[in-house]
Structures are given as C-alpha cells and as structure tokens.
C-alpha cells in the first residue's frame, strides 16, 4: 500500500458511499477490491485500526458491502476482532 493506510481507507469510503446510489456495492469488481483492501490493512497496518476514524471507517466500508449481502463483506465483518489481537 503505498498510501498512508487510514487515507487509503478514508478515501474508499468515500468512494464507495457515493457511489452506493449508483449499485457501486453490487459490483463484484468493487466488492473484490474492498476484500483486498481490508484483508491487507488488518495484516499490515491493524494497531492504525484499533480505534478512532480507522476502526470507524473499516466498519463503514464493510456495511456498505454486507448491507447488500456480499458473503466476503460478511465475513471480514466477523474477523474484526483480529484487530485486537
């Protein structure tokens, strides 16, 4: 990840509530993107996650995609608490 990874995930949330209203959390190609988004941030940058606007904008970008029923989105849901290990 080359950007800072709170901004990194800042900006996909950004990214992915406005596009919400268009079917962006439909797209399998997003929802792709997410899973790797987040599956690298909770193995390289997790104590950034462990409170504040990094654990609150995790939750955001995954509801985004679990709210439409992604079974990834759902599952990274439950593997949060590894953020605190």
């Known amino acids: ?3 800072e ?4 995930l800042q ?7 406005a596009g919400r209203g268009g079917g962006y959390n439909l797209d399998p190609m997003a929802q792709h993107e997410v ?3 987040v599956e690298e941030l909770l193995a390289d940058h997790r104590s950034a996650l462990r409170s504040g606007p990094g654990l609150a904008n995790l939750e955001r970008l995954l509801n985004i995609f679990a709210e ?3 079974p ?6 439950w593997r949060l608490d590894e953020v605190f290990r």
């Open 68 to 70: 439409v029923g992604w």
């Open 35 to 37: 899973v790797e988004l």
């Open 11 to 17: 900006d996909a949330v950004d990214i992915c509530e």
């Open 1 to 3: 990840m080359r950007a």
């Open 72 to 77: 990834e989105s759902i599952q990274l849901v």
């Open 5 to 8: 990874p709170l901004d990194a």
